[in-house]
């Protein structure tokens, strides 16, 4: 905690007051690229060590759970690329209605946005969690490879 706000509570309101729907899909986007970055690191480093031919046991592990960990934070992405989505069309129907009349429709769309885009903060803040295991995977991966290399 700090100052007396959960660190998730902080973490989470980060620049959202003015976060649209339109402004998640893009950075869809950019998680998946940052996603692809760290994977094609991680297998430059693997290519590395299979071509030296002094591939181990425990670096077949963090590879294994780095890899994992990808293909899962990737099909969170996907996932959530299809909710901020589906959030774009609800947001295209309350304008079609009136954005600023009231009615129980449209108090249920922009609830349903609303709902959708706290959704996606949380994932944000898991992916980046996840970017960082993957980061922390990948050092391990190198230092391990510094290491094996020089003892031989």
């Known amino acids: ?5 959960p660190k998730l509570k902080r973490r989470l309101s980060i620049n959202t007051l003015t976060e ?3 402004d998640q899909v893009l950075q869809c986007d ?10 094609k690191q991680l297998n430059e480093i693997h290519e590395k060590v299979l071509s ?15 890899q ?7 099909k969170r992405i ?16 309350l304008e079609a209605n009136g954005r600023d009349v009231v009615s129980i429709e ?3 769309l922009n609830d349903k946005i609303e709902c959708s885009k706290e959704e996606f903060r949380k994932f944000r803040i898991e992916f980046h969690d996840n970017l960082k295991q993957i980061k922390i995977k990948l050092a391990k991966y ?3 490879y510094g290491y094996k290399t020089e003892e031989a």
């Open 106 to 108: 449209n108090k249920k």
């Open 52 to 66: 030296e031919k002094k591939q181990q046991n425990d670096f077949e592990v963090l590879y294994k759970e780095a």
């Open 30 to 39: 950019n998680l998946r690229k940052k996603l692809y970055q760290v994977k």
């Open 1 to 5: 905690m700090f100052l007396g706000v």
């Open 78 to 93: 996907k996932e959530n690329y299809n909710m901020v989505k589906q959030s774009v069309e609800l947001d295209a129907k």
């Open 20 to 22: 649209t729907v339109n």
């Open 68 to 74: 994992d960990l990808i293909e899962k934070t990737d």
């Open 142 to 144: 190198e230092y391990y």
